[in-house]
């Protein structure tokens, strides 16, 4: 049984920093694609970034040149690095796997606040 556990959120001012985990537990061997998504309040869940079993990585307009994602292969671990925060970044943030493009699996997500 694979889990994911996201860590890392938390209350920031505008402009700064926070670095979010999401570890596995359980066998992930295979091929994994790694996501980030977010939801804030009233909105759908959107995709933020991904990095591919390879290690290439696409960005949400959004966060482009802010945010970066990046991956752990011999944790099973996958970090979102966010910079530059602003207060639309705010929201619940939930990690994704995909393993073997057949297998899903969502972290319980954590919550990012942007405020003064």
């Known amino acids: 049984q694979v889990q994911l556990v996201e860590s890392g959120g938390g209350l920031v001012q505008p402009g700064g920093s926070l670095r979010l985990s999401c570890a596995a537990s359980?066998?992930?061997?295979?091929?994994?694609?790694w996501s980030w998504y977010r939801q804030a309040p009233g909105n759908q869940r959107e995709w933020v970034a991904r990095?591919?079993?390879?290690?290439?990585?696409n960005y949400a307009p959004s966060v482009m040149g802010r945010f970066t994602i990046s991956r752990d292969n011999a944790k099973n671990t996958v970090y979102l690095q966010m910079s530059g925060l602003k207060p639309e970044d705010t929201a619940v943030y939930y990690c994704?796997?995909?393993?073997?493009?057949?297998?899903?699996?969502w972290g319980q997500g954590t919550q990012v606040t942007v405020s003064s």
């Open positions: 359980g066998s992930i061997d295979g091929i994994n694609v």
């Open positions: 994704n796997l995909v393993r073997n493009g057949v297998h899903l699996y």
């Open positions: 990095v591919s079993a390879s290690g290439n990585t």
